[in-house]
């Protein structure tokens, strides 16, 4: 077994006999201060190495830097990490200053309007552009509008009024558009009783017409 190691060795030996004679002649020749040469020692990478059959205690002394190798090739991209807690909610900014007033909007765009009494009159002061109103029957209102007004292709809305109705309660308003019982030329408003269904007189109502 010895003599199979000691020629594997003694090549090694040859490759690093450069570095572990020098050590040695610096040891022998150089300070002639103990405490030198430990301190040497101490920062010396030593190796044991056969050369000759004997065990030998070399430095490894460190060569130059070599040259910076190529990059290697890009890792994989790795997994998105969790999304991170909400912030906290900043406080309130300031109010800004009031804006200018605006200019003035149009009037309005009912063409005419009126607050109608059960006898088949207007509220003054509440009306405009209505020519006249009849009551043919009981709960049956035909209102003339004024100029330029057209009944028969224009339309109306109307409401139920409390405070002119006998007694103060609501009835039932509604537009009768096939004017049946007024001429085509006035539009027809019905009112009827609550509790019976039926055409009934003394309720007073609005009217507007767009």
Not at 78 to 104: D, V, W
Not at 125 to 138: K, R, V
Not at 160 to 181: C, D, F, I, R
């Amino acid at each position: 077994m010895r003599r199979s190691t000691l020629p594997l060795l003694a090549s090694t030996a040859v490759a690093i006999g450069a570095m572990a004679v020098a050590v040695p002649a610096l040891a022998a020749s150089g300070s002639s201060s103990p405490v030198a040469h430990t301190a040497s020692a101490r920062r010396c990478n030593a190796v044991i190495v056969i050369s000759h059959g004997r065990r030998v205690r070399a430095c490894l002394i460190q060569g130059p830097r070599g040259y910076t190798g190529f990059p290697g090739p890009k890792g994989a991209t790795g997994k998105t990490g969790a999304t991170g807690k909400t912030g906290a909610t900043g406080k309130t900014g300031a109010t800004g200053a009031t804006g200018t007033t605006g200019p003035q909007g149009p009037a309005g765009t009912a063409r005419a309007y009126a607050v109608v009494t059960p006898s088949a009159t207007v509220v003054p002061g509440q009306s405009s552009n209505i020519a006249s109103i009849t009551s043919p029957t009981a709960g049956v209102y035909c209102i003339t509008p004024g100029a330029p007004i057209n009944a028969a292709a224009d339309t109306a809305v109307v409401s139920p009024e409390v405070s002119y109705s006998t007694p103060e309660a609501p009835g039932l308003v509604a537009v009768n558009a096939q004017h049946k019982n007024c001429a085509a030329t006035a539009f027809e408003v019905d009112t009827y009783s609550p509790s019976t269904l039926t055409l009934a007189g003394g309720y007073a109502f609005t009217i507007a017409i767009p």
